[in-house]
């Protein structure tokens, strides 16, 4: 009898009823396969003594006529077992129809005696991760048939996989659980399977079942077994594309340190093949256009221009074309004044001295015209040079510059400009033509030196001004105005603006 079915007699019973411990004590022979006795079953080692003692069967109106006959008993036990096992029935049916729909829930069946006893276990999946809020519903009191835990309760305690519905019911009279490992469990009972409650049907399709659920459990476990597998491969192969991702970075950094070094010994091949070519060109253009000679007076040194070659003969010719026209202009005034002279003489002597006078004065005029041409030719001449020699003073001045600098050794500026050769020098910096290692472009870096005598306040100052006035800077675009690209200290006296190259072209 389950425990529903004896609440339901509880709560029906009519505790002052006295033939009640005889009705039940018959009914429980019955059910137990026992022929019974007239007298009171032994309560001590019923099961059910407690509330047997207190409950009556069948509706309440029923009970005197019960009360009067054993067979009337018997009769109304008997009905009562046929209906409650029919419901039992339909409600086992129910909760496997529910438990195949509701894989976190498995039913036990548990045959007790002539009752059927369901047992809905909360199951939660052995598997880790899965179902397992499940586990919350363990350990809960009655079922969701509202059967008791009372005996053989013992298998509702083990956790079991979602898709096991039920016990399997042993020769034995013990049933079995199938556990999620494949071994099955057994559950004891005290009474014995009855035959006729469960058929032989029944419990192979049961057994059928519990083999199919235990070939799905095998074939998870191989699939458990698959992922772990494939799981663990991956994580290798995880850890060795991290393996290759660090060696490809490593690689990268050095090939990046190694393009770096490549460009810069580029760079610095160049800056000293142009700073050779630099200076060649000086020294070809100081023996045509002049050079920078040394006076001393006294103890005092100082410097000055001698003019090239070129120069001293453009000049030396300029002053023989002015001795030249000088002399004409002379020649030319003499043979006026013999002119004046001559004409207090006769008329044919007058005439033809005249004429000669004529002649000669067109010659010297010619003479002269020719002699300011070549003069103008001499002067332009003179003053291309001049410009050739400005500049050839400002690149003498650059490449002293140059050489005087504490930059010009090609380093690299902020791990990205490679400094070439100094393009000029200001009242407070220096210009060098630069090379942007991540941009990949020429830059001007001017390289602002605060004077090392200078007080701090003065340095501030500086420092302040030059900050405003590079703020404004980087905000203007315009095609006329040479970009701000970046500005960066290089020590505590020296800090640095890079601008955008203009190559003068
Ligand atoms: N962006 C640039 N591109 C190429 N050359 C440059 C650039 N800026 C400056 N220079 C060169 O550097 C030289 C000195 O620069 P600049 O004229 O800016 O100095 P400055 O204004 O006199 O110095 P300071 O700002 O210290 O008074 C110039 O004559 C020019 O040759």
């Known amino acids: 009898m389950s425990d529903e079915v004896l609440m339901q007699l509880s709560s029906n019973s009519n505790p002052s009823d006295p033939s009640l411990p005889t009705k039940l004590a018959k009914l429980e022979a019955r059910m137990a396969g026992k022929a019974t006795p007239s007298a009171p079953a032994p309560s001590a080692s019923s099961p059910w003594q407690s509330s047997a003692s207190s409950v009556r069967f069948g ?29 039992k029935r339909q409600r086992i049916h129910e909760d496997v129809q529910a438990s195949t729909s509701q894989p976190p829930e498995a039913l036990i069946i548990v045959a007790v005696g002539a009752d059927v006893r369901i047992k809905i276990i909360e199951t939660t999946d052995l598997r880790p991760g899965i179902d397992e809020p499940n586990k919350s519903k363990q350990g809960r009191g009655r079922g969701r048939s509202g059967a ?50 469960f058929g032989s049907d029944e419990r192979t399709s049961l057994q059928e079942e519990m083999v199919l659920l235990r070939s799905k459990v095998s074939f998870l476990e191989e699939e458990l077994c698959k992922s772990r597998q494939e799981a663990t491969s991956h994580q290798q192969l995880c850890r060795q594309l991290e393996l290759e991702l660090k060696d490809f970075k490593e ?29 060649m060109k000086i020294q070809q253009e100081s023996l045509r256009l002049g ?4 006076i001393r007076a006294g103890t005092i040194i100082s410097e000055t221009w001698e003019d090239g ?33 001559k004409s207090e003489g006769s008329d044919v002597e007058t005439g033809t ?17 020719s002699i300011k041409r070549e003069e103008e030719v001499y002067l332009r001449e003179r003053d291309r040079y001049e410009v050739e020699k400005g500049r050839l003073i400002r690149e003498m001045k650059r490449i002293r510059d140059e050489d005087g600098s504490r930059f010009n050794n090609f380093q690299i500026l902020n791990n990205r400009y490679a400094l070439m ?28 030196g605060l004077n090392a005598q200078w007080s701090e306040e003065k340095k501030k100052s500086y420092i302040r001004h030059a900050t405003r006035e590079y703020d404004i ?33």
Request: with cysteine; hydrophobic share 35%; proline share 4%.
């Open 59 to 87: 509706p309440p109106e029923e009970s005197p006529e019960a009360s009067t006959s054993s067979d009337s008993d018997n009769d109304i036990g008997e009905e009562f077992l046929i209906q409650a096992n029919t419901q």
């Open 148 to 197: 008791g835990r009372g005996r053989g309760s013992k298998s509702n305690d083990h956790v079991r996989p979602s898709n096991i519905p039920s016990t399997v019911p042993l020769a034995n009279g013990h049933s079995t659980v199938p556990l999620a490992n494949g071994h099955a469990e057994s559950v004891l009972h005290k009474e014995n399977w009855p035959k006729e409650q």
């Open 251 to 279: 690689r990268d950094q050095q090939m990046k340190m190694k393009r770096i070094k490549v460009l810069s010994d580029l760079l610095i091949a160049v800056s000293k093949a142009e700073r050779q070519e630099a200076r």
């Open 291 to 294: 050079n920078v000679g040394v």
């Open 309 to 341: 070659q070129v120069l001293k003969d453009i000049n030396a010719h300029l002053r023989f074309l002015l001795e030249t026209k000088e002399a004409i202009e002379r020649h030319r005034k003499m043979l006026k004044k013999r002119q004046s002279d």
């Open 353 to 369: 001295y005249e004429e000669e006078v004529l002649i000669q004065d067109e010659i010297y005029k010619s003479r002269l015209a």
């Open 421 to 448: 050769n100094l393009l000029g020098k200001g009242g407070f910096s220096e210009v060098y033509k630069a090379f942007d290692l991540v941009e990949h472009r020429y830059v001007a870096c001017k390289l602002h």
């Open 473 to 505: 800077h980087k905000m203007l675009v315009h095609p006329h105005i040479v970009r701000l690209w970046d500005i960066f200290e290089i020590d505590h006296n020296t800090f640095c603006t890079v601008l955008e190259y203009c190559s003068g072209m």
